[in-house]
């Protein structure tokens, strides 16, 4: 088992935010902007800044479960 540092803040956490990313946009019916999507989620988690933001849109494209459309992005919905 793999155990973080114990001064490791989970709100910086790549995982945490892109959890946190699909709770937004599963809220939304059709796609919104990145600015949008960013200025939400920075009111819930004050630690987040926009490079971080970023690598979570990524991974979560990467991993399948949002896609873009042109400035905006949408969750893919999954079963």
Do not use: W
Not at 51 to 69: A, M, R
């Amino acid at each position: 088992m793999i155990l973080p540092h114990p001064e490791t803040d989970f709100n910086q956490n790549i995982i945490v935010i892109s959890s946190s990313i699909l709770k937004e946009l599963k809220k939304h019916k059709t796609a919104i902007f990145y600015d949008e999507l960013f200025k939400r989620l920075s009111k819930i988690n004050e630690k987040v800044n926009y490079d971080i933001f970023i690598k979570c849109i990524l991974f979560l494209f990467l991993v399948g479960l949002v896609d873009k459309d042109g400035f905006k992005i949408k969750a893919i919905k999954i079963c």
